[in-house]
Protein backbone atom coordinates (compact mmCIF):
# COMPACT_ATOMS: atom_id res chain seq x y z
CA UNK A 1 0.00 0.00 0.00
CA UNK A 2 1.42 3.40 -1.11
CA UNK A 3 0.24 6.38 1.72
CA UNK A 4 -0.25 9.55 0.19
CA UNK A 5 -0.92 12.99 2.34
CA UNK A 6 -3.25 15.33 0.29
CA UNK A 7 -5.26 18.48 0.98
CA UNK A 8 -9.03 18.06 2.45
CA UNK A 9 -11.18 14.89 0.04
CA UNK A 10 -12.59 17.12 -3.11
CA UNK A 11 -10.32 19.23 -3.58
CA UNK A 12 -8.37 19.96 -6.49
CA UNK A 13 -5.14 18.68 -5.11
CA UNK A 14 -7.23 15.34 -4.12
CA UNK A 15 -8.66 14.99 -7.50
CA UNK A 16 -5.41 15.79 -9.33
CA UNK A 17 -3.68 13.09 -7.03
CA UNK A 18 -6.29 10.09 -8.19
CA UNK A 19 -5.29 11.39 -11.79
CA UNK A 20 -1.80 10.67 -11.08
CA UNK A 21 -1.77 7.78 -9.05
CA UNK A 22 -4.70 5.61 -9.54
CA UNK A 23 -5.33 2.58 -12.01
CA UNK A 24 -1.97 1.95 -11.94
CA UNK A 25 -2.44 -1.46 -9.72
CA UNK A 26 -1.36 0.34 -6.50
CA UNK A 27 -3.14 0.31 -3.06
CA UNK A 28 -3.46 4.23 -2.19
CA UNK A 29 -4.22 4.74 0.88
CA UNK A 30 -5.08 8.98 1.07
CA UNK A 31 -4.49 10.98 4.23
CA UNK A 32 -6.38 14.39 3.93
CA UNK A 33 -5.90 17.45 5.74
CA UNK A 34 -6.97 21.12 5.90
CA UNK A 35 -2.95 22.56 6.18
CA UNK A 36 -0.73 22.52 3.86
CA UNK A 37 1.94 22.41 6.58
CA UNK A 38 0.52 19.26 7.84
CA UNK A 39 0.74 17.78 4.38
CA UNK A 40 4.29 18.24 4.02
CA UNK A 41 4.75 17.11 7.96
CA UNK A 42 2.62 14.05 7.66
CA UNK A 43 5.35 12.68 4.60
CA UNK A 44 8.53 14.56 6.60
CA UNK A 45 7.63 12.51 9.80
CA UNK A 46 7.43 9.19 8.04
CA UNK A 47 3.35 9.30 8.32
CA UNK A 48 3.06 8.95 5.07
CA UNK A 49 5.41 8.04 1.88
CA UNK A 50 4.87 11.42 -0.19
CA UNK A 51 2.96 14.62 -0.22
CA UNK A 52 0.72 16.37 -2.60
CA UNK A 53 1.42 20.03 -3.32
CA UNK A 54 0.45 22.31 -5.68
CA UNK A 55 3.24 24.84 -6.89
CA UNK A 56 2.06 26.85 -9.77
CA UNK A 57 -1.09 28.20 -11.32
CA UNK A 58 -1.99 29.50 -14.72
CA UNK A 59 -3.64 32.23 -13.81
CA UNK A 60 -1.91 32.98 -10.19
CA UNK A 61 1.50 32.15 -11.17
CA UNK A 62 3.26 30.20 -8.25
CA UNK A 63 2.16 29.20 -4.87
CA UNK A 64 4.81 30.78 -2.65
CA UNK A 65 3.66 29.29 0.80
CA UNK A 66 4.26 26.08 -0.52
CA UNK A 67 8.02 27.06 -2.04
CA UNK A 68 8.70 27.90 1.11
CA UNK A 69 7.81 25.19 2.60
CA UNK A 70 9.73 22.87 -0.04
CA UNK A 71 12.73 25.20 0.49
CA UNK A 72 12.64 26.23 3.75
CA UNK A 73 10.57 23.40 6.20
CA UNK A 74 11.67 20.20 4.79
CA UNK A 75 13.71 18.18 3.00
CA UNK A 76 11.57 16.11 0.31
CA UNK A 77 13.43 15.82 -3.32
CA UNK A 78 10.63 16.08 -6.14
CA UNK A 79 9.44 12.53 -7.21
CA UNK A 80 7.06 14.05 -10.51
CA UNK A 81 5.18 16.42 -11.06
CA UNK A 82 2.32 16.40 -13.68
CA UNK A 83 -0.72 19.31 -14.68
CA UNK A 84 -4.27 19.55 -13.89
CA UNK A 85 -7.14 21.62 -15.26
CA UNK A 86 -8.46 23.51 -12.42
CA UNK A 87 -12.06 23.60 -12.96
CA UNK A 88 -13.65 26.01 -10.46
CA UNK A 89 -17.91 25.83 -9.82
CA UNK A 90 -20.33 27.93 -8.13
CA UNK A 91 -21.89 24.86 -5.42
CA UNK A 92 -24.41 25.23 -2.92
CA UNK A 93 -27.96 24.52 -1.76
CA UNK A 94 -30.58 24.00 -5.12
CA UNK A 95 -33.42 24.59 -3.11
CA UNK A 96 -31.95 27.68 -1.13
CA UNK A 97 -30.35 29.97 -3.99
CA UNK A 98 -32.26 28.78 -6.96
CA UNK A 99 -35.89 30.44 -7.95
CA UNK A 100 -38.05 29.62 -10.46
CA UNK A 101 -35.80 27.20 -11.62
CA UNK A 102 -32.89 29.71 -12.18
CA UNK A 103 -30.05 30.70 -9.80
CA UNK A 104 -30.51 33.91 -7.92
CA UNK A 105 -27.77 35.57 -7.33
CA UNK A 106 -29.53 38.15 -4.87
CA UNK A 107 -29.68 35.28 -2.54
CA UNK A 108 -26.52 34.64 -1.99
CA UNK A 109 -24.96 36.63 1.00
CA UNK A 110 -21.29 34.60 1.26
CA UNK A 111 -19.16 32.81 -0.98
CA UNK A 112 -16.11 31.03 0.53
CA UNK A 113 -12.88 29.04 -1.11
CA UNK A 114 -9.52 28.93 -1.16
CA UNK A 115 -7.81 32.37 -2.18
CA UNK A 116 -6.20 30.80 -4.88
CA UNK A 117 -9.15 29.54 -6.94
CA UNK A 118 -11.15 32.79 -5.35
CA UNK A 119 -8.55 34.74 -7.48
CA UNK A 120 -9.49 32.32 -10.34
CA UNK A 121 -12.70 33.46 -10.25
CA UNK A 122 -12.43 37.57 -9.74
CA UNK A 123 -14.51 38.25 -12.82
CA UNK A 124 -17.22 36.46 -12.45
CA UNK A 125 -17.30 37.53 -8.96
CA UNK A 126 -17.09 40.82 -9.82
CA UNK A 127 -19.94 40.73 -12.66
CA UNK A 128 -22.46 38.57 -10.65
CA UNK A 129 -21.62 38.71 -6.84
CA UNK A 130 -20.51 41.77 -6.12
CA UNK A 131 -22.75 42.43 -3.19
CA UNK A 132 -21.06 39.39 -1.82
CA UNK A 133 -18.81 38.88 1.10
CA UNK A 134 -15.95 36.47 0.48
CA UNK A 135 -14.30 34.64 2.82
CA UNK A 136 -11.27 32.72 2.36
CA UNK A 137 -10.77 29.29 3.91
CA UNK A 138 -8.16 26.56 4.15
CA UNK A 139 -9.47 24.56 0.59
CA UNK A 140 -12.29 24.65 -1.68
CA UNK A 141 -13.44 21.42 -0.11
CA UNK A 142 -13.51 23.30 3.68
CA UNK A 143 -15.65 25.55 2.06
CA UNK A 144 -18.18 23.08 0.39
CA UNK A 145 -18.51 21.17 3.99
CA UNK A 146 -18.93 24.68 5.58
CA UNK A 147 -22.02 25.55 3.06
CA UNK A 148 -23.53 22.19 3.93
CA UNK A 149 -22.91 22.44 7.34
CA UNK A 150 -24.93 26.08 7.79
CA UNK A 151 -27.82 25.40 5.51
CA UNK A 152 -30.60 28.88 4.87
CA UNK A 153 -27.63 31.36 5.55
CA UNK A 154 -27.77 32.12 1.83
CA UNK A 155 -24.04 31.02 1.66
CA UNK A 156 -22.42 29.40 -1.08
CA UNK A 157 -19.20 27.69 -2.13
CA UNK A 158 -16.50 27.94 -4.77
CA UNK A 159 -14.91 24.03 -5.83
CA UNK A 160 -15.30 21.03 -6.90
CA UNK A 161 -17.75 18.37 -8.38
CA UNK A 162 -16.66 16.06 -6.73
CA UNK A 163 -16.57 17.95 -3.22
CA UNK A 164 -20.47 18.70 -4.01
CA UNK A 165 -21.04 15.23 -4.30
CA UNK A 166 -19.46 14.49 -1.25
CA UNK A 167 -21.48 17.02 0.67
CA UNK A 168 -25.27 16.10 -0.95
CA UNK A 169 -24.93 19.95 -3.06
CA UNK A 170 -25.68 20.82 -5.81
CA UNK A 171 -23.06 22.66 -8.97
CA UNK A 172 -25.37 25.97 -9.33
CA UNK A 173 -23.12 27.14 -12.34
CA UNK A 174 -20.14 25.30 -13.90
CA UNK A 175 -16.74 26.34 -14.90
CA UNK A 176 -16.70 30.02 -13.30
CA UNK A 177 -12.91 30.46 -13.69
CA UNK A 178 -12.16 33.61 -15.70
CA UNK A 179 -9.98 31.91 -18.18
CA UNK A 180 -10.43 28.42 -20.21
CA UNK A 181 -6.99 27.58 -20.07
CA UNK A 182 -6.63 27.38 -16.14
CA UNK A 183 -4.43 24.78 -14.99
CA UNK A 184 -1.75 23.72 -11.61
CA UNK A 185 0.84 22.46 -11.82
CA UNK A 186 1.59 19.13 -8.78
CA UNK A 187 4.33 18.00 -7.24
CA UNK A 188 4.94 14.35 -6.06
CA UNK A 189 7.45 14.59 -2.97
CA UNK A 190 8.50 12.09 -0.59
CA UNK A 191 12.06 9.74 -0.36
CA UNK A 192 11.14 7.17 -2.41
CA UNK A 193 11.48 7.34 -6.24
CA UNK A 194 8.17 7.33 -8.14
CA UNK A 195 7.91 4.28 -10.64
CA UNK A 196 3.73 3.79 -11.08
CA UNK A 197 3.85 5.39 -14.58
CA UNK A 198 6.33 6.08 -17.00
CA UNK A 199 7.02 9.78 -19.48
CA UNK A 200 9.24 10.22 -21.69
CA UNK A 201 9.81 13.97 -19.99
CA UNK A 202 11.95 14.53 -17.50
CA UNK A 203 12.86 17.64 -15.01
CA UNK A 204 15.47 18.92 -12.62
CA UNK A 205 14.80 21.33 -10.18
CA UNK A 206 17.90 22.99 -8.44
CA UNK A 207 17.75 25.66 -5.66
CA UNK A 208 20.70 28.23 -6.74
CA UNK A 209 22.35 30.30 -4.00
CA UNK A 210 24.14 33.38 -5.23
CA UNK A 211 28.08 34.43 -4.01
CA UNK A 212 28.00 37.88 -2.07
CA UNK A 213 30.99 39.55 -4.07
CA UNK A 214 29.96 38.21 -7.30
CA UNK A 215 29.00 41.07 -9.90
CA UNK A 216 27.51 39.23 -13.00
CA UNK A 217 27.52 35.84 -11.17
CA UNK A 218 23.73 35.30 -12.39
CA UNK A 219 24.83 35.98 -15.74
CA UNK A 220 27.55 33.16 -15.18
CA UNK A 221 24.82 30.42 -14.18
CA UNK A 222 22.50 31.29 -17.13
CA UNK A 223 25.36 30.88 -19.11
CA UNK A 224 26.45 27.69 -17.85
CA UNK A 225 22.98 26.20 -19.35
CA UNK A 226 22.82 28.71 -22.40
CA UNK A 227 25.95 27.78 -24.60
CA UNK A 228 25.15 23.67 -23.95
CA UNK A 229 21.54 24.65 -24.98
CA UNK A 230 20.03 23.07 -21.80
CA UNK A 231 16.36 24.61 -21.71
CA UNK A 232 15.22 26.36 -18.46
CA UNK A 233 11.80 26.39 -17.94
CA UNK A 234 11.42 28.66 -14.92
CA UNK A 235 13.61 31.21 -13.32
CA UNK A 236 12.06 32.27 -9.64
CA UNK A 237 13.62 34.32 -6.97
CA UNK A 238 13.00 33.95 -3.37
CA UNK A 239 13.94 35.81 -0.35
CA UNK A 240 16.48 33.65 2.23
CA UNK A 241 15.15 35.46 4.94
CA UNK A 242 18.35 35.78 6.14
CA UNK A 243 19.61 39.42 5.09
CA UNK A 244 17.72 42.14 3.19
CA UNK A 245 18.20 42.30 -0.66
CA UNK A 246 19.39 38.18 -0.24
CA UNK A 247 17.98 36.12 -2.88
CA UNK A 248 18.17 32.51 -4.14
CA UNK A 249 16.99 31.11 -7.42
CA UNK A 250 15.00 28.29 -8.14
CA UNK A 251 15.58 26.97 -11.61
CA UNK A 252 13.38 24.28 -13.21
CA UNK A 253 15.77 22.32 -15.90
CA UNK A 254 13.71 20.29 -18.96
CA UNK A 255 16.94 17.56 -18.65
CA UNK A 256 17.22 14.91 -16.25
CA UNK A 257 20.29 14.21 -13.98
CA UNK A 258 21.10 11.12 -15.43
CA UNK A 259 23.00 13.33 -18.47
CA UNK A 260 26.14 14.46 -19.50
CA UNK A 261 25.36 18.19 -19.85
CA UNK A 262 23.16 18.82 -16.82
CA UNK A 263 26.07 17.51 -13.98
CA UNK A 264 28.49 20.04 -15.72
CA UNK A 265 26.40 22.82 -15.79
CA UNK A 266 26.05 22.22 -12.37
CA UNK A 267 29.83 22.05 -11.69
CA UNK A 268 30.48 24.83 -13.76
CA UNK A 269 27.70 27.00 -11.58
CA UNK A 270 29.58 25.55 -8.13
CA UNK A 271 33.01 26.49 -9.26
CA UNK A 272 32.28 30.27 -9.33
CA UNK A 273 31.06 29.82 -5.59
CA UNK A 274 27.47 29.38 -6.09
CA UNK A 275 25.67 27.26 -3.83
CA UNK A 276 23.65 24.45 -5.91
CA UNK A 277 20.90 22.20 -4.45
CA UNK A 278 19.06 19.33 -6.16
CA UNK A 279 15.64 19.89 -4.86
CA UNK A 280 15.14 16.76 -7.43
CA UNK A 281 15.22 15.25 -10.98
CA UNK A 282 11.66 13.64 -11.96
CA UNK A 283 9.00 12.13 -14.68
CA UNK A 284 7.29 14.95 -15.60
CA UNK A 285 3.44 14.12 -16.81
CA UNK A 286 0.79 16.49 -18.84
CA UNK A 287 -2.71 16.02 -18.68
CA UNK A 288 -4.55 14.52 -21.39
CA UNK A 289 -7.83 13.19 -20.70
CA UNK A 290 -10.35 12.43 -17.33
CA UNK A 291 -9.86 8.63 -17.86
CA UNK A 292 -7.87 8.30 -15.07
CA UNK A 293 -10.22 9.85 -12.83
Not at 44 to 51: C, F, H, I, L, V
Not at 196 to 216: A, V
Request: hydrophobic residues 40%; contains cysteine.
Amino acid sequence: MISVACLTKGSTSDEAARYLLNGHGADIHYSYHRLIADVFLSTAEGKTAYSIIPIENTIDGSVSLHTDWLVDEVNLPIQAEWVYPSIQNLIGDVDELTEGGELAYSKIVKVMSHPVAMAQCTQYLKQHLPHAELEHVSSTAEAVRIVKDNPGRGWAAIGQVSAAADNELTVLESAVTDHDNNFTRFLLVGQEPFTLRESQKHKTSILITLPEDYPGALHQVLSAFSWRRINLSRIESRPTKKKLGNYYFLIDIEMSMDTILLPSAIAEIEAIGCQVRVLGSYPSFKYSSPEQL
